[in-house]
């Protein structure tokens, strides 16, 4: 099937910086949009930055400025630069992909099983 694998969550001071990447690996024939969201204790879901397959970008307000999404698509893999970090920013943050399996098959949202970021002196 397919799995998105997550890496490069930990631990950080205030003001500094974290990369996040993302592999997708399988049957995965295409890969369209990809996407990170995060996910604080008691708070609902939410989308931080997105990038098209042509490399468009989006971010919510709160992280433009600070965080750069970018996308290999060679190797299936999206990242996220996180600078300037806030204790805010402390949440578990998913990896999205919206692919394909096969030419004839249908896109699908695929997730990642999430890695933690804490912002913390």
């Known amino acids: 099937q397919v799995q998105l694998v997550e890496s490069g969550g930990g631990l950080v001071q205030p003001g500094g910086s974290l990369r996040l990447s993302c592999a997708a690996s399988?049957?995965?024939?295409?890969?369209?949009?990809m996407a990170w969201y995060r996910q604080a204790p008691g708070k609902e879901r939410e989308l931080v930055a997105a990038i098209t397959r042509e490399g468009d970008t989006s971010y919510r307000d709160s992280v433009k400025g600070r965080f750069a999404i970018s996308r290999d698509n060679a190797k299936n893999t999206v990242y996220v630069q996180m600078n300037s970090l806030k204790p805010e920013d402390t949440a578990v943050y998913y990896c999205?992909?919206?692919?394909?399996?096969?030419?004839?098959?249908?896109?699908?949202?695929?997730w990642g099983q999430g890695t933690q970021v804490t912002v913390s002196s």
């Open positions: 999205n992909a919206d692919l394909r399996t096969a030419a004839w098959a249908a896109w699908g949202d695929y």
């Open positions: 399988g049957r995965v024939f295409s890969i369209s949009a």
